[in-house]
């Protein structure tokens, strides 16, 4: 029992940050390595926001040590509405089923690395979709865009393919 309590104790005092998941990519087609090199780390790390939805961020870095650091959109209805299955997201992913990939905004950082996708501005957000397969990441220009209908819908503006900057493909080593 004593053992029970001095492991909630210690959970309790890492203040409630899950342990980091990292993944080392390597590119599964020749465009993906064009772009990305030979292979990134992806890192994420979940932190207790106090009662809320998790913080989660997400970093990926290059092979040579450049970073870019993202956070989950799991806040903002129309973040979530971007991400439902077959949604805005998918769609921009060109996934045809009802996958539904995580969407993460980039971080406003002083030590953000010179981006090695989407450069030289970088994303202002990637879609993650994390398959038995390996991982596909597509990086966006600009966020989705919603309207409100008279009748109270709420629909995903169109998205211009010309906003998809870098579709990518890894193998999870």
């Not at 290059?62 to 799991?74: K, L, P, Q, T, V």
């Not at 600009?142 to 819908?153: C, L, N, P, R, V």
Request: net charge negative; hydrophobic share 45%; with cysteine.
């Amino acid at each position: 029992m004593r053992l029970v309590f001095s492991a909630m104790a210690l959970v309790l005092a890492l203040g409630g940050c899950a342990a980091p998941r990292t993944w080392v990519l390597s590119p599964a087609d020749a465009a993906t390595a064009m772009i990305s090199g030979d292979r990134l780390t992806l890192t994420r790390v979940a932190s207790e926001t106090g009662g809320g939805d998790p913080l989660i961020l997400l970093t990926l870095t290059h092979a040579d040590g450049r970073a870019m650091r993202f956070e989950e959109a799991n806040h903002a209805p129309y973040d979530l509405r971007a991400q439902a299955a077959g949604g805005p997201l998918a769609q921009a992913m060109g996934l045809l089923g009802n996958e539904q990939p995580t969407l993460f905004h980039a971080r406003d950082e002083v030590s953000q690395s010179a981006p090695f996708l989407c450069a030289p501005d970088g994303a202002a957000s990637i879609g993650i979709l994390e398959a038995v397969d390996g991982v596909r990441i597509v990086g966006l220009k600009q966020g989705f865009e919603f309207e409100t209908a008279a009748d109270g819908a709420v629909e995903a503006l169109p998205f211009s393919p010309d906003q998809i900057c870098a579709r990518l493909r890894f193998r999870r080593d």
